[in-house]
């Protein structure tokens, strides 16, 4: 088995958050210079807003980025500030207008 994801000092609880862009591949196909630019307003975003909760930036194998956290309260606090910081970025007008880059909704509408 390979090397543990996080350190064995690391106490328990703790919460991982895993940031993600969803639709990239399609989005990098089709808007290869918007994306990149998204991309780097993105992990600016969950560095800033990890060190302001006290998380940290876990190395992984995964596409995005994986937080640590010592807490669940710290975590959830990750969640809804990064959000908020996501909201009034200066995202690249091509990538808004692609129907790949808009927000999610299930069938009904939500």
């Known amino acids: 088995m390979g090397s543990p994801l996080l350190h ?3 106490a328990i609880p703790s919460c991982l958050a895993l940031v993600q862009i969803v639709g ?3 989005l990098r196909a089709r ?5 990149a630019r998204s ?3 993105v992990r600016a975003c969950v560095r800033e ?3 302001s909760v006290g998380g940290s930036e876990v190395a992984s194998p995964a596409l995005g980025q994986l937080g640590w956290f010592p807490d669940v309260r710290s975590g959830v606090c990750f ?3 990064l959000q ?7 995202w690249p007008t091509t990538l808004l207008l692609r ?6 909704r299930s069938d009904d509408g939500v």
Do not use: F, I
Request: glycine share 0%; hydrophobic share 60%.
């Open 8 to 10: 064995p000092s690391v």
């Open 24 to 26: 990239a591949s399609a």
């Open 31 to 35: 808007v290869p210079a918007a994306l």
């Open 39 to 41: 991309e780097a307003l």
């Open 49 to 51: 807003t990890l060190a």
């Open 79 to 81: 969640a809804l500030s």
């Open 84 to 90: 908020s910081a996501l909201l009034v970025q200066p």
């Open 99 to 104: 129907p790949e880059a808009s927000e999610l």
